[in-house]
């Protein structure tokens, strides 16, 4: 699976983003996804997830009421619909394909498939 994320940018404190994850190939809607996100100087955290079929998310704290995740299979793209954003937001934001089912989202060693990471940069 090759992933390509798009969507970043500049955006004011309070704006909102929305990020896609486009996949190539035709496994894609067998995969839970998750979006990940890395700030300078610090490391790469989990920000929200989705099962194969779009019936369950999750989320880190930190984001929970603002962002959502979502995915269409018929278009193999996983989306990220980011609102209230607030600078400690900023980062570059990852897609990845979970390749294991353990019992923790947030772990990277879960994640087999990365996208190129875009940036989101949210200004005070």
């Known amino acids: 699976v090759q992933l390509q994320a798009s969507g970043g940018g500049l955006v004011q404190a309070g704006g909102s983003l929305r990020l896609s994850c486009a996949a190539s190939?035709?496994?894609?809607?067998?995969?839970?996804m998750g979006w990940f996100r890395q700030a300078p100087g610090k490391e790469r955290e989990f920000v929200a997830g989705?099962?194969?079929?779009?019936?369950?998310?999750y989320y880190a704290d930190s984001v929970k009421g603002r962002f959502t995740i979502s995915r269409d299979n018929a278009k193999n793209t996983v989306y990220l619909q980011m609102n209230s954003l607030k600078p400690e937001d900023t980062a570059v934001y990852y897609c990845?394909?979970?390749?294991?089912?353990?019992?923790?989202?947030?772990?990277?060693?879960?994640?087999?498939?990365w996208g190129q990471g875009t940036l989101v940069t949210v200004s005070s």
């Open positions: 190939g035709r496994t894609f809607s067998s995969y839970a």
């Open positions: 989705i099962i194969w079929s779009g019936d369950r998310t």
């Open positions: 990845a394909a979970r390749i294991k089912s353990g019992s923790s989202w947030s772990s990277l060693r879960e994640y087999g498939y």
